[in-house]
């Protein structure tokens, strides 16, 4: 079969890797790119594919970049591509229909597969997962036949994201949870007591400390059985625990892997000439101050981003990532990052509650480590920042919750909001 040859490959079509090819492109105008991803899409953005399911965004809308993106940038981009073996040594990539690809620098943007637990009964139709455009299409076309009843399987982000959008479709939801609470991994037991209440008004069951054993039907899904024996009626059931690295292409290939790719501050691997970004790659955590996975938006881009100056040449230091993350689902409004459930009593916590509002910003050291804000968000831009220079709070830990925080932090201790 055929080979072609780039200089830059890229493996993973989303923020990583757009914003991987963006950043060659504007330290190397000649080099070729190629772009290889197994979806038929053009890249979109995975956040917004709630907004499609209950059509407040066009397909056009969820788009990261113009449609003339690829073309402008000189990128071959190869869509419905599989890669199946990277063969490190020869520098070459052997795709699903016997050709292969020559490669210079190669990156590795592949994201992440979601976590779908074996249960009984879960490969009936009206089973699926929400973390591609597949997913909602599918979603999309199941819900036409009148399907009105769902269990989402998780209670984090995934899980909120699609009952919101279920909801918003007329869909009745009930969420199943193994863990006591919702989103334990972002917030503490106060915010996610007011991420409950507000789920429960609009009608969302919820079940804490549970897990599904089964998926019932026959050949289409009636509902599920939890671990309790208690049956609950549903159409469809949507698995959103989660997701893990995708590892499936570089096991046993040399590549060092922990829970993903492990990486150096350019985002290099421990083999020349390749690098990894995204919700694959082990990157530092400025937080805790050592390699971690860090499944979020703006980590992705911006490791993408010097993955691709560092590939081209343009050698630059990635400064970290850190667990940061925001929610806006039913009218909620939380932000949070870093440590927010502190371990042990070494750690001095900050709360303030007023009118609806919390703040939480949690202390290591005289530096800030952690923080959660519900109901206005304004200071998370400025903590974080704080957390990423290590900021030492020492004499102004009662003026991070005031209302004078976010112009105190410019004035007073120097800092400009930025992300990473």
Known sequence: MSQTSTNYLIIGNSAGGISAAEAIRKTDSVGTITIVSDEPYAAYSRILISKYLTGERKLEQTLLCPADFYDKNNITILLSTEVT????????????????????KLL?????TPITPKLEGSDKSGVFTFTKLDDTLAIKKYLEGGNKKAVVIGGGLIGLSVTEALVKCGVEVSIVEMQDRLLTAMVDEYTSEVVRKKLADAGVHILTAHTVTAVTGDDSVKGVT???GK??????????????????????TGLKLTRGIVVDRHMA????????????ADVHDFVHEENRVTPIWPGAQTGGKIAGMNMAGNHTDFVGSTGMNTLGYFGLNIASGGIV????????????KSRGKYQKIVIKDDKVVGMIFSGNIEKAAVVLCMMLDKTDVCDCKDDLLTDNACRLATSKWGIKPRFY
Not at 85 to 96: G, P, Q, W
Not at 108 to 112: P, S
Not at 341 to 352: A, C, F, G, Q, S
Request: hydrophobic share 45%.
């Open 108 to 112: 590795l943007a592949v994201g992440g």
């Open 269 to 280: 691997t421990n083999i020349a000439d390749v690098y990894a970004c995204g919700d694959v």
């Open 341 to 352: 459930n502190p371990p042990d009593d070494t750690y001095e916590v900050l709360v303030k």
């Open 85 to 104: 073996k990277l063969d490190f040594d020869k520098h070459i990539a052997l795709l699903a229909d016997g050709s292969s690809i020559a490669w210079d």
């Open 226 to 228: 939890l671990n309790n």
């Open 231 to 252: 049956q609950v009626p549903c159409d469809l059931v949507i698995m959103a625990i989660g997701v893990s690295p995708r590892l499936d292409l570089v096991r046993d």
